[in-house]
């Protein structure tokens, strides 16, 4: 199993590009979601997902939009990147919502938004 | 009002001795989960342990034990025989059962760094 795989490491964009954060997992996890990881700021979440086409918000969801066709992949769109979304970027996958799941974390995207 | 509080943004411990991370979390669910991950300079997040809210013992997993304490809300992390490699970041995350998701919660991590 390759776990949850993310794409790109690394990326660098101008103000208003827009762009895709692939992720994939193929653990047949129910559950996936994304964050983004700020200096001093812990982990916050953005999107998250229960199923294949079920989305929902979570605490910091503005600028960014997911879908979720398929259970394994979850894409996260940057519509028109600002300099605020400059951060690390991960998703994660459990294998249900259920309160004793851990998730599982994919390797992070590095963006810097210029 | 925050969900999860980690107080201590860094930690320093001699190798070999123990060293506590405290943790308190903020929930009116009765079923609970509650997580420790560890995240080296390297930047992935590696799960460490589990404690249910409903479990009565505290979760061990080799030199990781998890300080349960319910009715003071807290759940420290407990590393034993401390090693050079445990020097990382550590998050403290809930997730709760009130909302559809169960969506994790994550404290802001505390900066541990092991002496030789």
């Known amino acids: 199993n390759a776990g949850v795989t993310q794409t790109p490491k690394f990326q660098v964009l101008k103000t208003g590009q827009s762009m895709t954060l692939q992720c994939a997992q193929d653990?047949?996890?129910?559950?996936m979601s994304w964050y983004r990881q700020d200096p001093g700021m812990g982990l916050r979440l953005i999107h998250y997902s229960v199923g294949a086409g079920i989305t929902d918000q979570g605490e910091v969801p503005n600028g960014y939009n997911v879908s979720r066709s398929t259970t394994e992949d979850f894409p996260l769109r940057l519509l028109s990147a600002a300099p605020s979304q400059t951060s690390v970027y991960f998703c994660?996958?459990?294998?249900?919502?259920?309160?004793?799941?851990?998730?599982?974390f994919g390797p992070g995207t590095r963006l810097t938004v210029l | 009002a925050q969900k999860i509080t980690q107080t201590q943004p860094g930690m320093f411990v001699q190798e070999k001795e123990a060293v506590t991370l405290d943790c308190t979390y903020d929930t009116s669910d009765q079923s609970y989960g509650l997580f420790w991950y560890k995240q080296p300079s390297s930047g992935e997040m590696i799960f460490l342990i589990y404690q249910g809210s409903y479990d009565e013992q505290n979760a061990t997993e080799g030199r990781y034990s998890l300080n349960f304490q319910k009715a003071r809300k807290s759940a420290n992390l407990v590393i034993s025989a401390s090693q050079l490699g445990d020097s990382a970041m550590y998050f403290c995350a809930m997730r709760e059962g009130l909302n559809t998701g169960n969506q994790f919660y994550f404290g802001t991590g505390t900066s541990l760094t092991v002496i030789p």
């Open positions: 653990m047949n996890h129910e559950y």
């Open positions: 994660a996958s459990s294998p249900t919502s259920g309160v004793g799941d851990t998730q599982y």
